[in-house]
């Protein structure tokens, strides 16, 4: 069940939401302030927030604005709760993003039906239906946020290689599964090894995204590819597993083989000059994924497609070299082989195959 953040200092009426909720069968986490409340909901992103206006740090106002600013957050259902009738301060709620208001003493039933209602609407309308994860017009407000900051950033563009012939062979439900299992691992490894506030996106289909700083771009590749690797194993018929490969029939009916489906990911930074657009990153990070399939074993640069204007993107060139350019991407597959990569020391990310 979806894991639910309640916010309230008196520790009797936490206790009473916590027991309230979990006897529905949430999980549930509770913190006694707010700075406690804007950390955990950047870290964890919790489904839902119950959040008391009153708090003896920083108030509910102030909570609610800094989570609505933010695009890991910005679609987190707010209920406020608050022992303040005033009509004033309920408009203020309202204006600065809650999504309802309850006031104390509330009914059980209707707060129970009140944070239904909330996680019904937020899955149906701002998150992946297939992964929960956020997606279109928050990767963008994410990417933006980045955009607009001086401060160093990298995104990781990451894509399923050889997916279509694992549908075939196993089913679009096996399928997703294994794209769940994607998501899943990017959210677990950016918890662990990216900052709390680093943002993970689903773009559609096998697509996904990671926006995080350039210094955890190399952890988060290696983690993310040896857990895709390791986790990915138990979709395999063992036989497809022992050789290596997917054994189908085509339309015409001969026999077929496909690798096991892998993992590219494509990562630019900002750290040689500032991009100009979101365009020119959505370019750039195309051309980061496609590379990244191409290639297993030297540095690749951004370079746009040719039907992409220089008046629109700067024309970059792969190059085993180390170009001035805006972006230089991580390129990984993470096949069942021995293919496995390291760390060369240069002045960007590089991977080499390295046998285990």
């Not at 992946?128 to 607009?148: R, T």
């Not at 943002?199 to 590819?225: K, M, N, Q, Y």
């Not at 293919?339 to 080499?352: I, N, P, S």
Request: net charge negative; proline share 6%.
């Amino acid at each position: 069940m979806s894991n639910i953040l309640v916010v309230e200092d008196e520790y009797v009426i936490a206790r009473l939401l916590k027991d309230m909720l979990q006897g529905e069968g949430y999980q549930v986490v509770t913190v006694l302030n707010g700075e406690d409340a804007v950390d955990f909901a950047l870290r964890e992103t919790p489904r839902l927030i119950i959040l008391d206006m009153l708090l003896p740090d920083i108030d509910g106002f102030e909570v609610v604005q800094r989570l609505r600013k933010h695009p890991k957050t910005m679609h987190i259902p707010i209920i406020a709760v608050s022992g303040c009738c005033d009509l004033h301060d309920k408009v203020k709620a309202f204006e600065l993003g809650v999504d309802d208001y309850v006031t104390k003493p509330f009914q059980i039933d209707e707060l129970i039906a009140r944070v239904r209602t909330q996680l019904r609407r937020v899955q149906q309308n701002f998150l992946s239906p297939l992964i929960g994860l956020p997606g279109g017009l928050q990767v963008e407000l994410a990417i933006n946020q980045k955009l607009n900051s001086p401060e160093p950033w990298s995104i990781l563009y990451l894509d399923l290689d050889n997916f279509k012939a694992f549908n075939d062979v196993y089913g679009f439900l096996t399928g997703n599964d294994i794209i769940r299992l994607v998501g899943r691992i990017c959210q677990r490894m950016v918890r662990i090894y990216g900052n709390p506030d680093d943002f993970v996106g689903h773009i559609g289909g096998d697509d996904f995204v990671i926006v995080t700083t350039p210094d955890r771009a190399h952890i988060l590749c290696e983690e993310i590819s040896a857990a895709f690797r390791k986790e990915s194993k138990v979709f395999y018929r063992p036989e497809d597993l022992q050789r290596g490969s997917i054994s189908g029939i085509d339309r015409k009916g001969r026999n077929y083989q496909f690798p096991l489906v892998s993992l590219s990911i494509g990562v630019v930074n900002n750290q040689m000059c500032q991009t100009r657009s979101m365009r020119e990153v959505s370019y750039l990070a195309a051309e980061a994924k496609y590379n990244a399939k191409q290639s297993t074993r030297s540095l690749v640069s951004a370079s746009p497609r040719r039907d992409v204007s220089d008046q629109d993107v700067p024309r970059y060139t792969s190059s085993p070299t180390l170009p001035p350019s805006l972006a230089q991407f991580v390129v990984g597959h993470t096949h069942h082989g021995p293919e496995l990569f390291r760390e060369v020391k240069t002045d960007a990310l590089q991977f080499e195959p390295q046998m285990y």
